[in-house]
Nanobody, 129 residues
């Protein structure tokens, strides 16, 4: 059973930085794509950043491009999200997610949560002005 455990959330002032980590376990093979999502109160869950575990390609939501960086350490089965120049509107619960591990070619390269099968419990990020 695949498990994803996030850590690194917290409270920071606007302009500050945080690094989120996601430890993955229970795999025989790596997921095709991993990503970070967030959900603010009263809003839908949205994609923040995704990374292909095979070739390292990345994609970001326009709202975080240039401020956030997604990366992976395959040896440690860990996904990261480095967040800089944080804004109050970045306040949300942040979730780590992973797609299935097979038939990667048929998975849409997209920030849509619908593509992702496995989810962590989330870590809260709060940015104050």
């Amino acid at each position: 059973q695949v498990q994803l455990v996030e850590s690194g959330g917290g409270s920071v002032q606007a302009g500050g930085s945080l690094r989120l980590s996601c430890a993955a376990s229970g795999y025989t093979y790596r997921s095709c794509t991993m990503g970070w999502f967030r959900q603010a109160p009263g809003k839908e869950r949205e994609g923040v950043a995704i990374i292909s575990t095979g070739n390292g390609n990345t994609d970001y939501d326009a709202s975080v491009k240039g401020r956030f960086t997604i990366s992976q350490d395959n040896a440690k089965n860990t996904l990261y999200l480095q967040m800089s120049s944080l804004k109050p509107e970045d306040t949300a619960m942040y979730y780590c997610a992973a797609t299935r591990t097979y038939n990667c070619y048929s998975i849409s390269w997209s920030l849509s949560p619908m593509n992702f099968r496995y989810w962590g419990q989330g870590t809260q990020v709060t940015v104050s002005s």
